[in-house]
């Protein structure tokens, strides 16, 4: 077998998502609880105008998401009781050496780290239950890993963060070389890089402990976009700084330097719950668009949208009000899955 995840930006099958349901993520009031729903419509919708999307939904939610989605969005009802289908939901592989083979590589999931207020036992045999429904090879993996915890260039290379895969409440036993041939067999990597941290809030109660995907991604082969806050008042300030330096001097799979992209920061600081963690690196790729977070912040998230539309040429950049969906813990890249073509056609 010869498995490799593609990059993101190479031609999608569709994308998967999961529709909020009753629990500590989606909070409690009325009003609030709007705003989710609100929130993984509108991202679904957007990324439908380009291609398909299939919502996993609870029996519980199966009303209201179909009167919100619409016949736009295929909706298929699983259980669940987390929504965050990047990280329990399966990360799709090709093998170059049988052309039409798909593979799901299932992550063992356990609620970032298994903390007192996760719910995430049922969301956890999703992998397996899209693999299934799609005829995919299902790739187990001994790994407790989420798909927010890596980002690939589709040529070999992986980024990463010591602190999600070599957790001791994920992996305690363990260490850099069983985590990267793990990925190599299961994703095909050959090059790890192993960022030293992730953005200060995401180590918070609700947090991933330093998923990548919200601090840097590759935009293609040698090229990473990177979260740049300028404002000395924010912790990330040092992060972002103390990031760059690092992967200046970083190389790929094929040996090449990295061109580093910056991406800055929307201008505030701060929520009811602290410093804010708002980025437009959590993006998702899709056929002939992006998806970016928007903040409110209508000159901050039109530069955004420049950057991202000149990293990946060819492509128009969406925003999506992301604030929602930030408020519980992530963006728009945590709460979809993106299946590649078969075909092997490039973006």
Known sequence: MGWRMPHEGDRHERTWMAFPRAGITLGDGAEWQETAYRAWTDTALAIAEFEPVTMLVDPTETARARDMLGSTVEIVETPLDEFWMRDFGPTFVLDDHRPGALGAVDWIFN?????????????????????????????????????????????????????VQLDPNRNPYADKARVESELARTIGTTKAIWLPRGLTRDYDEFGTNGHVDIVAAFAGPGRVLLHRQDDAAHPDHAV????????????DAAGAPLE???????????????????????????????IACGFGEDDADARAREILEAAYPGRRAVTV??????????GIHC???????????PA
């Open 335 to 345: 709460i979809t899955q993106q299946q590649p073509a078969t075909t092997g056609v």
């Open 260 to 290: 580093i992209i910056d991406v800055p920061a929307p201008a505030t600081l701060r929520d009811d719950e602290g410093f804010v963690d708002w980025s437009y690196i959590n993006h998702l790729v899709v056929n002939d668009a992006v």
């Open 111 to 163: 609620g970032w780290g298994a903390p007192a207020w996760a719910q995430w036992q049922v969301s956890a045999g999703v992998a397996r239950t899209v693999a299934d429904r799609i005829g995919a090879e299902h790739i187990s993996s001994v790994l407790v890993n989420e798909g927010g915890g890596i980002h690939v260039d589709g040529e070999g290379t992986v980024l990463l963060t010591e602190s």
């Open 321 to 330: 009000d992301a604030r929602p969906i930030f408020a519980r813990g992530g």
């Open 240 to 251: 972002s700084r103390e990031l760059k330096a690092f992967l200046q001097d970083q190389t």
